[in-house]
């Protein structure tokens, strides 16, 4: 567990390197990112490799104890390169090159791009591989969908098509492209969403979606497989953007060895009541991919701005609040984006833990402090881990289905399953949000959020986790599709119906048209849809109170197996959530906290019996808490409880007796 | 009069269509329309037709009695035409290409497009000519302007341009082209409007606007013309869409047989108020483009969706409630859109009225009572008409002219339409909305929402009319131009200036500033324009009250002939058009209903001396209204009246026997 | 001092020429300006010219004593033109040309724009050096950038970077490209700002704008040059449009005779009570840029409309008050726009003095009215100019670099420097508003709102003006960057810390987020960014109430040789300025009035000892004013004062005793 920092040596004059790596050692700084967006330093002009400055740099900071990691800087494509071999870059639907400007300006299936960036790739590797301050690599950075129309796009789309469909007339019945004459007669009439209309078929839609994700993999691997050969004892990884995201994360990460996240929580006041609990879905997110510990490859140091106008500089001890709120999540490193804001370029206003001025201040001081208690806690928290008692099932396939079929207003799927996570995080359970095509065994309550496509394999391998006893909790629009983004020809939830033991007679879109169900022998609110239910087998356990389904069913709780399933048929407010999950966790043998302050988090990392609970007030208000007995804390050595009262932004870390607060 | 469904065999399984046939028979559906979309299956690869598949399907449709409508699938041209002869696409004003996404990818003065639209549609006619279970055409789906830029259009603009106007020095002139050098020497130099500014001149606009009508109408024609030839004994028709609408729906109707319309009420409980009303708009305005009835080719069926957020479920009732209005406003076939939800393809959330389970649902039943209703009405309406007692003139001329040059914040022609032919809806007085050029003669009341463009022919048809004893009532921006969109250069209401004894001293476009007017001593507020009027020979009826033309004539009549003529200088709230259309239909000795509840609908149709009166609750409540004594309800048989409690979306149809409700 | 009409023979029937004429000279109008867009009538094929129908119309007018200003027509290139050398149209950044459709379709580098903009200025001038009636000239019409990415604008922009930076490495030094790779290895990498992405190195773009700059100033030198060849007696002028621009006026204008403005103040009556007072800044403006007396080439003279929805007529009065307004703050000519309404073409409802109708109505006789006044009047205001007592800032760099890089949600640079301005208006106090690179050696008193961009050159004048005794003001966000918009790496306000003795030791960018100051024991809002203050030898003399920084210095007050800076640290509302102008005002010795009432304005024009006070309601209320005594108006020629009371629009204009009120 260390701390890190995102340093990029060529914006500064070689005077200032030694001053830098030298303040960086004090403060507890052992880990530098470098390089990522340095192609045309690296290679100043075609085949001309200088890395000599890189070099210097590396050796300056190694000698003050500081670890190296290199992105490469294939995210930056040089202006040489651009000029020279203009299929570099992407096409918009309009068949527009997108010029330089920033970043970003290349296609993933551009021949001079991926020949260009294997040479350098190359050359790095075999030139670090054995520099002892070399630890490992990232691979380009924060990698997207571009949605590129060249022609290079198009003949891989074509080929990737016939890969899955062997013939036209496969495709055409998997998408049903006989609505509207969308039949094909021959592989040379299928292109990539070209423009004209923004409503498409939605399967070839989502195909194509699915094809950008694997020329994204694809363009990583060719990076992989040169690092992999030429570093073998170097740890390969990728730093992630956030969510929700089209880029299918679950398999760009596969093949690395650890997942990195750029962690950035809004500062906004009017946010600060939502956006730690907006964090804490990103954390358990990264976390999920790969279902272990990650890093933070960039977070917050001051006020971002450039993109947009400035955003709020972060309150005193916002930026230690969610960096311990990160490890609380599983973060075992933490790298800072960045030392120093940027003098110059579009990102100028981004800023560092230290201004343009040089002059550290306020930021830095709270930094440093940071830095003494990780280095503090790091024993201690070494191989712990995170372990969620929920699974809570996500998919960039559903966020897409659900981009590019907006079903009604109002309805996110992304939002829906903040919601959801939310309602545990306040309820003070742990959960593991995961790919929904991940083992799911052990958990003994799972709640997938509109599984929109279903197919048949994933809703059997649910049914089989409920009949072993797990809760399973359904929502609206579950079951609609086939994997193909083709509706199913029989009742909702399709292919779960039978586990839900229920059917869906009707439905009514009502978006932003609030209405009411009683649970409980209490009301709330629900909007964007109302399922009007038929139980088969499943008993009702809401019901609505409004409109002309007055009465009609509205949620079902179905005995299946050992387990059970939930199916809400509506879309309720959190209030619901937080009533109904805390009673179905109770149900399910799960502890929960029951008046954890709104926006105090918990959460605990494990290592064997030996648990450590992480206590975080991420709001801009005193808040007072109950804890289960007298703590030390680990960071300021005090008793803390049973009434705890934390400041804003406070922290505490205590080591748990046994599994209760 | 009978009922229809759209249905695409080509969507589903051939084991279904017996099925579907014989439920359709069971319910009362004796019309399916088919094939509008299907050209890439009748014509898989050039050349190679394959009606084989549509001769199976009528085949089965008609051993159920049912009778078919072919739509010609010009609408979406398929992959292989579109990849073959790139001259279909359309292209923007930017030149790109529009590429294929979901259909009306074609240029309509394609040489491709025309050619190959001619040969499927000859091989349709020749096909489908003899075939008994085939009564009728429908030509392509919801022609609109395309406004395409390709050298096509480009080269017939400039034909159509010479035709009209000879010389380049009458298009100069016409237009008025010297403003700011617009001037040109040479008719290459006329180019359809391209990109690069959104500010053209109107006169230039306006004409391309017309040319592109004519477009429209010449593709439409060449089917027409093969249709008419081979097939005689066989209506044709066009299902047009909606209003306000660019294109001219009384050219493009012309040589049609009959008008088809598709009509989408909305479901939103927000426009529940006003959805009847412009639903009834609507209806009128589709009477009116040949006066006389004609069809709905399509009705909603279910909640809309994918181009858009799902709309909400049609409430209990509201299917049948806008079916019968249809009727009551002259509709004398119904087709509803469609028998099943589509399961793949862009439109897969347009729900029919089966959903995509195929377990027919409330909807369905609803849509069974109301096929019973029509079956057993149907003897008593066949041959019936609607005969409104007020004109209001619209004009597609007048909407494009005003679209180019948006007078005003809040003026639109078609919404200021829309409040006055809601207020006579709301006094129950029928109204015919005709083309401003049609024939006015026998209207004892003719409204004509601002003539903007005037010509001195159509003043002077009103005229005649006004001298014969009609009361014609005018709106600001009337007289402002001529037919070339240049404004005339005397005092406003130009050409009718002498008609209605009054000029415009001076105007304020007040826009959103609401101000008030006094008319029979009471205030109404106005908005959007305020013309200062000078009577010259007509007498002030109302007056500003504010601003600095406070005190001045906001309103007059002028005696003409045997009739009279009202100018209103200003646009004002509904409530002072309740108020004075009452006073002025009942000083034309038209009937009107005083009481008649916020949101029912009445209307008649006529036969000889026989007259059903339609009494029609458009709303999400329960309503109350008196009769004129009681009635024998012809859907239910029992007395109605005089006090008549209407439930949400009921329906009441009465033998009147004499000309009172 | 005389009044003037813009007029268009070319757009009405010669047989109406010599009645406008006559009335004309009977209202008192004594110039027009004529044929700024009217090339293809001057020229209508190429080298085909035709000054006949102008020198006829010049004839005409000049027999009623009316002079003439001609304009050069390359606002508006014909379509011949267009058609003939395509190179003439401007290219979007995605290459797409800007096809004619108003006027400005001509990119300023085009070879053949030039060639034959050159041609037709030279013909006209020497067409009509001679002619008697012809006094001066107007460069096009209201020049802007265009943005344009030709080949052309691309290689000129090359060429231009060259002369600045010599070698590609002290561009990729002074532009700071190393950052995200965007270094250049040579210069055929370096292209105009194309499309794909909104972001990009803003030193870069600031030098493209600059360059853009550069190549309208250059456009037009050629046609100077050969006015000046040709026409030595007469003047040149250009008429500007309005503010914010990022044109830079100061460079367009160096090498003009005169500055003209057009000049549309809103009459919409929400902004009744701002538009006096935006409008008095860009008067201030306008006479700012070459510190002299200015023109009106163009100003309202009915409701404008066309390219955006009809305006409110102008009230009565509002065409006379503000015509005043201009005199009073340095217009020495006025020209209205236009004398009658085009009866076609895209602006058809930019209204003149005279409508469609060509009937004169009530704006038509106020603007006789003011013909009157100003007949009156013009022996005494005749030389006479307008002396401002404080200077405040203005730079279009400082404009476009904030342009580019949006700071905080909410800050404006151009609304800022509005809010000082008007706060000075109110206070009765004159200003001078100058580029911030003049000398403003004299002034007591200089405000420089957000000097972003800090030359040291700059910061040295002003610490010179200071030390001579003049108080400055500074603001938040001064001193960031240098001229190459490149981050000053020292703390902020940079070059100017030491002269305002103190520096930023954090600042938190909050937007809307409103907050407090509290001084001199009141408290103000404060809104956009809050610098939290150092000290260092400065005085606090503000202090924030809110946040985590309640407490902090928020503005401090430094003695700096004879002088004092102030530094205020965050963006107050008006009422902070009204009370600490008046205080800094009063410290400095400068007259204030104390109890102007909202909305009226004054100003002063000065010949020697000889002052003409202006006095003018500027609002749609009558207001009550205290006079320093009684005067004679020199419009009404009655007694005034010392109890004044304005009627909505009133003017009144005295002679001063002494430099009271």
């Known amino acids: ?48 490799y200088d890395f000599t400055w890189l070099d210097d740099a590396i050796d300056t900071f190694a000698t003050h104890g500081i670890h190296v990691v290199i992105g490469t800087p294939t995210c930056t494509p040089p202006n040489w390169l651009v000029n020279a071999y203009p299929d570099v870059l992407p096409q918009d639907e309009k068949l527009h090159p997108r010029y330089p400007g920033i970043r970003g300006h290349r296609c993933y299936n551009s021949p001079s791009m991926r020949h260009y960036s294997a040479l350098i790739v190359e050359r790095l590797a075999l030139h670090y591989a054995n520099n002892p301050a070399v630890i490992g690599w990232q691979t380009d950075n924060e990698f997207s969908l571009n949605e590129c129309n060249c022609e290079h796009c198009n003949s891989r789309f074509r080929m990737w098509l016939q890969d899955k469909y062997d013939s036209i007339e496969s495709i055409n019945a998997a998408w049903g492209t006989v609505v509207w004459s969308g039949e094909y007669s021959d592989w040379s009439q299928i292109t990539t969403p070209l423009g004209g209309t923004n409503h498409k078929n939605p399967s070839y839609v989502l195909d194509y979606k699915r094809f950008e994700t694997d020329s994204v993999v694809e363009f990583q691997q060719l990076q992989l497989n040169i690092l992999r050969k030429h570093c073998p004892n170097h740890f390969v990884t990728h730093n992630i953007w956030s969510y929700p995201m089209s880029l299918d994360y679950y398999k760009l990460c596969e093949n690395l060895d650890f997942v990195s996240l750029d962690y950035y929580p809004s500062t906004s006041p009017e946010k600060a009541e939502s956006s730690g609990y907006s964090g804490a879905l990103t954390l358990d997110l990264a976390r999920g991919i790969k279902r272990q510990n990650f890093w933070i490859m960039e977070t917050i140091s001051g006020p971002p701005g450039c993109w947009m106008p400035m955003w709020r ?19 075992d490193t933490l790298v800072h984006f960045r030392w120093r804001s940027a003098p110059s370029g579009a990102e100028q206003f981004w800023h560092g833990l230290i201004d343009h001025s040089n002059v550290p201040g306020r930021r830095f001081e709270e930094y440093r402090g940071l830095c003494d208690e990780v280095r503090k806690l790091a024993p201690l928290l070494e191989g712990t881990e995170v372990q969620g008692e929920v699974a809570i099932l996500h998919s960039h396939d559903q966020y897409n289905a659900f981009q590019i079929q907006h079903q009604v207003e109002g309805m996110d799927y992304f939002d829906n399953l903040k919601t959801i996570h939310r309602a545990f995080t306040k309820l003070g359970i742990m959960t593991d949000v995961l790919n929904e095509t991940d ?9 997938a959020p509109s599984l929109f496509l279903l197919d048949p394999e994933i809703a059997s391998r649910l049914e089989t986790c409920v009949k072993n006893g797990a809760t399973l909790v359904l929502m609206p629009r579950t079951g609609v599709k086939n994997q193909n983004n083709v509706c ?11 586990a839900a033991g229920v059917t869906v007679a009707e439905y009514d879109p009502i978006g932003r048209d609030v209405h009411n169900i009683r649970w409980q022998n209490k009301a709330y609110s629900c909007s964007q849809w109302c399922d009007i239910l038929s139980p088969k087998g499943a008993e009702a356990v809401a019901w609505y109170e409004d409109d002309f389904f007055a009465g009609e069913t509205a949620a079902t709780v179905h005995k299946f197996g050992e387990g059970k399933v939930y199916y809400l048929g509506t879309v309720p407010e959190e209030a619901f959530y937080l009533d109904f999950l805390r009673d179905v966790a109770d149900n399910s043998g799960l502890h929960f906290i029951p008046d954890l302050p709104e926006g ?43 009434t705890l009262t934390m400041a804003p932004y406070a922290v505490e870390i205590v080591e748990l007796p046994q599994k209760n607060v």
Chains 1, 2, 3 share one sequence.
């Open 439 to 447: 083992d799911l065994s052990g958990y003994k309550l799972i709640v």
């Open 488 to 498: 199913w020809t029989q009742p909702l939830p399709g292919p779960l119906s039978n």
């Open 600 to 642: 105090i988090q918990i959460s605990t990392r494990v290592k064997g019996s030996t648990r450590y609970l992480f206590l975080m007030n991420l709001t801009r208000k005193q808040q007072t808490m109950l804890l289960d007995g007298t703590f030390r804390s680990l960071l300021g050595s005090r008793e803390i409880g049973p």
């Open 313 to 331: 500089t972060p309150h005193p001890g916002f930026i230690r609040a969610f960096a311990w709120q990160s490890i609380a999540r599983g973060a």
């Open 1 to 48: 567990m260390r701390m890190g920092v995102d340093y990029y040596p060529e914006h500064w004059d070689r005077s200032m390197w030694e001053e830098d790596a030298k303040l960086m050692q004090e403060t507890g700084v052992s880990l530098i990112r470098v390089a990522e967006f340095a192609w045309s330093r690296l290679e100043p002009t075609e085949g001309n």
